[in-house]
């Protein structure tokens, strides 16, 4: 009888707001432990209430409510809106380990993108490292990836976890590339080669590193080429052991590899980025003089200026446009009574988020690395360090913080963008985007970011997921560190504390359009993967130096391209920002039969595109794509 009383009452409690004659009642959705006779339970009441009340209970899951529901979508409301703000604080809490979450990520991606290109044997590397990633999805639950568990549960399971499930993906992207670069033809004279991947909808020009090993048949001085054409390559420090860390300038077109054979004798020349260190006349300086740093290549130039306070960045122009209004990259600290999961000014009254006197900001300079390929310097304050580097070909600028915060404090960091008075600002959301106000609901508001934020043509890409906000048009204030251990005027959320300083990285970009941003961010979250190997070859040598799997022209963005979990064949996922968009199959995946999957990689009736150019609309697939081929 209590069972079926409660029951009736989410069938009263939920009648009046539903349009259907189906209710979804969450049983087991969070912190509940599996209930062992829950089909007892609900048989018994359909044989008890269902001739009086004609409701019959069943469990399932919300997928099979909401197929249902979908027949009846003529009387379902439009509703629109935006859950944010609303948990501001784990927005920036532990970005060490929102970092580390997507580090142990990306190995994965590269690794199933390019083992479609084995066939049998990649579907085996792939399904090989499943169960590593299979624990690593447990990382979107709301007490991992937000930061908000114990501090005893993240050093004791979350990080182990997480560096465990890194080291698989890695492995696997390995004896991918061992598949693959045996099946190149290798460059006459060749001592070893190295692999490129690009797993990215982004053509990328970029630096990279890979660590080769040296022996008797492996020495430096080495040269490197790609297709017979010489690759800008130097050396990173010196001999380690057995290994030598070589750096390379590479352009790779999106979800492409590229192979480059290593060679005896020198390096040709490199293309040149520069670095400056300036007095205040503007003259060469050096130590305590340098009042000015500039670091330029053919499409960027940085410059950064001491000021009453320290170290700002003042000007960044790419390709001939300005993107800056006023210094950026300056620290800004609040005293926070708020805990893990939220700010102080979301508590009521009693808590606040206040503003406190700014931290002191950089005044030493130190030259991290000035080559040909990469130029890293330092700005150095007593509880913050600036750094900037810029690669040859690059067409973005790299910043990033070391920092931490002093406990129940949270630490911003703020980039003053050029943008025009009416300028609104967008922020990457999963799956899609979201413009956001200046102010809502809290004073200040900090909205979520998970891969990038826009305002005005630009936009900060981001290493790990932040809140950020817009005070004015233009200036945008990103959460870089918090150490909040404990809610001061209730308790919603779990205790912990975050003492140690982070590296937060971020580069700052062109992006004209949200589908820019999301492109942009996707290639600076994957980053050139670099593999060494040997020279040795296959019994047949079928794939070019160079290939591409994909493209895609529109408003829209390759999410993943990997061997099908459900079925035969290979998955192609599209994110379209808002579309339409045309994907463009290359040789390895092109011809083959093309149809519509859904999210669960199940067959659907929809009509697709024939040939190896498939047009995708939202209007018809809705905001993410799935393709299977066979």
Known sequence: SFTDARIDGYVTENTPYSRTPYLFVPVGCDFQSPKQQLIDYLDGYDQRRYPDTGVWAVAASFEDYAQLISYWSDVLPDVSGDLAPAYMGFFGTRPGLKRAIRDAARPFFVAETFATVL?????????????????????????????????????SEQMPLLTAAEQTGVSAVGLVAQG???????????????????????????????????????????HAVQGGQPVPLEVVGSVTGSVVTLRLALSVPPWSWTAVDLLPGAAPPAPAVTLAMLDASGAPATGNDVARVVLSNAHVRAQLDTGAAGFALTSLIIDGVEGLAGPSMTASDYQDDGGLWRLGNEMGTGCTLTPL?????????????????????????????????????????????????????????????????????TTSSPAGCQSRPEQHVFDPTFFPAVAWAQTGGWAVLLRQSTGVRMSTPGQMELMAARDARSEQC???????????????????????????????????DRPLDLEPGSTQQASTTDLPTQASLASIDGEAVISAIKPA??????????????????????????????????????????????GNTIPLDSAVYGAIASIRLR
Do not use: C, K
């Not at 792939?126 to 568990?149: I, K, N, Y």
């Not at 859904?598 to 009736?605: G, I, N, S, T």
């Open 180 to 222: 693959i670069l045996p099946r190149i033809p290798v460059a006459p004279g060749a001592v070893a080669r190295v692999l490129a991947f690009n797993a990215s909808s982004a053509a990328v020009n970029d630096v990279a590193e890979v660590g080769v090993p040296v022996d008797s048949a492996v020495s430096l001085p080495l």
């Open 490 to 524: 209730d308790v919603m959320g779990g205790t912990g504390s975050d003492p140690d300083p982070h590296r937060i990285e971020w580069r700052i970009a062109r992006a004209a359009s949200v589908a820019d941003a999301e492109r942009a961010a996707q290639a600076y």
């Open 565 to 610: 979990d459900r079925g035969v064949g290979v998955i192609l996922r599209v994110l379209l920002m808002p579309g339409p968009a045309q994907v463009h199959l290359a040789s390895s995946l092109a011809g083959r039969q093309v149809s519509v999957v859904d999210l669960a990689e199940r067959d659907l009736p929809t009509p697709v595109g024939t």
């Open 357 to 425: 006197p700014t931290p002191s900001q950089p005044t030493t300079v130190q030259v991290l690395e000035s080559t040909a390929l990469e130029v890293r310097v330092a700005f150095v304050a007593s509880t913050y360090t600036l750094e900037a580097s810029l690669a040859a070909g690059a067409s973005a600028l790299d910043v990033a913080v070391t920092t931490g915060a002093a406990q129940a404090t949270t630490r911003t960091v703020s980039v003053a963008f050029a943008a025009s008075p009416r300028a609104t600002m």
């Open 119 to 155: 066939g049998d044997t990649g579907t085996g590397i792939v399904s090989g490292a499943a169960p590593e990633l299979e624990l690593l999805t447990r990382t979107d639950h709301h007490d991992f990836v937000t930061g908000t568990s114990s501090d005893d549960v993240v050093t």
